[in-house]
């Protein structure tokens, strides 16, 4: 992995209000037109930065909630579905509070949909990766939900007998799982989620065809007849409806569950292939295989093989989330004392991995604060910490004899004279070989309910 012959370097810290955690950090992965877009939440407002093709973190946007008792525990890039949309990059960010999860076009900067529904605050959102207008929310009460921001129709609810009895902190999607897809035996929604009741479950739509491609023919505001607004038509090319609510599908049974994995809370869980990373507040992040349950729509698996573990250390407190890169190359998780472990991984084959240690860890004498997420570029160059007290971190790879890649660029090799003060005249208030960003312009746009 050629990427991995240098070492990474401190590049830009950018500070935000002190007073509120960066819990979440999302780089785009499903516009590549906008791949050097990161996005943060902290409190009530959500974040828009570039990346900078020399090291720097430059701030876009900023959406605040009207209610400043809001706080935003996670977000995700995604995308609509309908032709026109398709290419403009929307925010999901999720209310850890309210429990709404607010759908933001970052083009027209206005919320495009509000999805509501959960009992409680939401932990975790993710987009599906073949089909990112599909959304997945883990919550307080219990319940996994999947939406269809299209539609704004809630298509299927994850909970019940066989459920999560406590908080659920983190769902992702199957990746290569295509729930359009017509072959036989096909066409589901595959997700795994992790709870604070310890336990890591697998779900899936299986029992309910064509339920993901009716929710694109819903549509809000329909007149009784089924007709849509003048000048409208139902997105994904879907029948028109009458404006009556979706029938929502109620999933109460996983494929597979087990609370023997780990012994504590599951804040993090990730798909690598068929197999599973999963981590809690143990030291260490745990690579599993699922044992999945038969054909029958009641059977669940609880039996599971570990493949490996990736030991960890200072980190033993929950809602600490590790990050996959997009190609499951490479993983990252940081700690409680401001460090960020890398690792070099075999792929997203299902098998054994090369390395259980790290590959390398980045630490900074001023980045002491706890690290609650981190991510990562596909080639595994760019790394981002988002921190305790506002603060969020880039690391570039730099290779030997060389200048480290950069978004849309490469990296220019940064003199001593530099690194001290960048050509804005910026001071890097000691903070060694990279910038300090505080109170970058850009526009902040208030959310209102």
Same mark, same amino acid.
């Given at each position: 992995?050629?990427?991995?012959?240098?070492?990474?370097?401190?590049?830009?810290?950018? &500070?935000?209000?002190?007073?509120?955690?960066?819990?979440?950090? *999302?780089?785009?992965? @499903?516009?590549?037109?906008?791949?050097?877009?990161?996005?943060?939440?902290?409190?009530?407002?959500?974040?828009?930065?570039?990346?900078?093709?020399?090291?720097?973190?430059?701030?876009?946007?900023?959406?605040?909630?009207?209610?400043?008792?809001?706080?935003?525990?996670?977000?995700?890039?995604?995308?609509?579905? @309908?032709?026109?949309?398709?290419?403009?990059?929307?925010?999901?960010?999720?209310?850890?509070?309210?429990?709404?999860?607010?759908?933001?076009?970052?083009?027209?900067?206005?919320?495009?949909?509000?999805?509501?529904?959960?009992?409680?605050?939401?932990?975790? @959102?993710?987009?599906?990766?073949?089909?990112?207008?599909?959304?997945?929310? $883990?919550?307080?009460?219990?319940?996994?939900?999947?939406?269809?921001?299209?539609?704004?129709?809630?298509?299927?609810?994850? $909970?019940?007998?066989?459920?999560?009895?406590?908080?659920?902190?983190?769902?992702?999607?199957?990746?290569?799982?295509?729930?359009?897809?017509?072959?036989?035996?096909?066409?589901? %929604?595959?997700?795994?989620?992790?709870?604070?009741?310890?336990?890591?479950?697998?779900?899936?739509?299986?029992?309910?065809? #064509?339920?993901? &491609?009716?929710?694109?023919?819903?549509?809000?505001?329909?007149?009784? =007849?089924?007709?849509?607004?003048?000048?409208?038509?139902?997105?994904?090319?879907?029948?028109?409806?009458?404006?009556?609510?979706?029938?929502?599908?109620?999933?109460?049974?996983?494929?597979?569950?087990?609370?023997?994995?780990?012994?504590?809370?599951?804040?993090?869980?990730?798909?690598?292939?068929?197999?599973?990373?999963?981590?809690?507040?143990?030291?260490?992040?745990?690579?599993?295989?699922?044992?999945?349950?038969?054909?029958?729509?009641? %059977?669940?698996?609880?039996?599971?093989?570990?493949?490996?573990?990736?030991?960890?250390?200072?980190?033993?407190?929950?809602?600490?989330?590790?990050?996959?890169?997009?190609? *499951?190359?490479?993983?990252?998780?940081?700690?409680?004392?401001?460090?960020?472990?890398?690792?070099?991984?075999?792929?997203?084959?299902?098998?054994?991995?090369?390395?259980?240690?790290? =590959?390398?860890?980045?630490?900074?004498? &001023?980045?002491?604060? *706890?690290?609650?997420?981190?991510?990562?570029?596909?080639?595994?160059?760019?790394?981002?910490?988002?921190?305790?007290?506002?603060? @969020?971190?880039?690391?570039?790879?730099?290779?030997?004899? *060389?200048?480290?890649?950069?978004?849309?660029?490469?990296?220019?090799?940064?003199?001593?004279?530099?690194?001290?003060?960048?050509?804005?005249?910026?001071?890097?208030?000691?903070?060694?070989?990279?910038?300090?960003?505080?109170?970058?312009? #850009?526009?902040?746009?208030?959310?209102?309910?």
């Amino acid at each position: 992995m050629r990427y991995n012959e240098g070492r990474y370097k401190l590049s830009c810290v950018v &500070r935000q209000d002190p007073a509120d955690h960066v819990y979440c950090c *999302a780089l785009n992965t @499903v516009h590549l037109a906008h791949a050097d877009k990161l996005a943060t939440t902290a409190g009530p407002r959500a974040y828009v930065y570039r990346l900078t093709p020399d090291g720097g973190v430059k701030l876009m946007q900023c959406y605040v909630d009207e209610d400043d008792e809001e706080d935003y525990f996670a977000c995700c890039w995604c995308a609509s579905a @309908v032709p026109e949309r398709s290419g403009r990059p929307m925010l999901a960010v999720a209310g850890g509070y309210k429990g709404v999860v607010r759908v933001i076009d970052c083009v027209s900067r206005v919320v495009k949909v509000n999805l509501r529904g959960h009992g409680g605050g939401v932990n975790d @959102v993710k987009a599906h990766p073949l089909r990112p207008h599909l959304l997945l929310t $883990a919550s307080k009460d219990e319940s996994c939900r999947l939406w269809n921001l299209d539609s704004g129709a809630c298509v299927a609810v994850f $909970a019940g007998e066989f459920g999560h009895r406590n908080e659920v902190l983190s769902v992702d999607f199957k990746p290569g799982v295509d729930p359009y897809d017509d072959a036989p035996g096909a066409g589901d %929604v595959v997700f795994v989620s992790g709870a604070m009741d310890n336990q890591i479950k697998v779900w899936s739509t299986r029992g309910y065809p #064509g339920l993901v &491609r009716r929710s694109d023919g819903w549509r809000k505001g329909s007149t009784a =007849s089924g007709d849509s607004p003048p000048g409208e038509s139902p997105p994904g090319g879907g029948e028109k409806t009458a404006n009556i609510a979706f029938p929502t599908a109620h999933v109460q049974t996983p494929t597979f569950s087990s609370h023997k994995v780990h012994g504590n809370y599951v804040d993090c869980v990730r798909w690598f292939g068929d197999l599973v990373l999963s981590k809690s507040v143990e030291n260490v992040v745990t690579l599993f295989q699922p044992r999945l349950g038969g054909v029958g729509d009641l %059977v669940t698996g609880s039996g599971f093989r570990k493949v490996q573990d990736f030991p960890l250390r200072k980190c033993d407190i929950w809602f600490m989330r590790f990050a996959l890169a997009p190609d *499951a190359t490479h993983m990252c998780c940081g700690n409680t004392a401001g460090e960020v472990f890398v690792w070099r991984m075999g792929g997203g084959g299902g098998g054994h991995t090369a390395h259980t240690t790290a =590959s390398a860890t980045l630490a900074h004498k &001023r980045c002491v604060k *706890a690290v609650r997420q981190t991510a990562m570029t596909a080639d595994g160059r760019i790394v981002i910490a988002a921190c305790d007290e506002g603060t @969020v971190w880039r690391w570039d790879l730099v290779d030997a004899g *060389a200048g480290g890649g950069s978004v849309g660029g490469e990296k220019r090799a940064r003199t001593e004279k530099d690194d001290a003060t960048d050509e804005k005249g910026r001071g890097d208030e000691g903070v060694d070989g990279g910038d300090v960003v505080t109170g970058a312009s #850009g526009d902040t746009i208030e959310i209102l309910d």
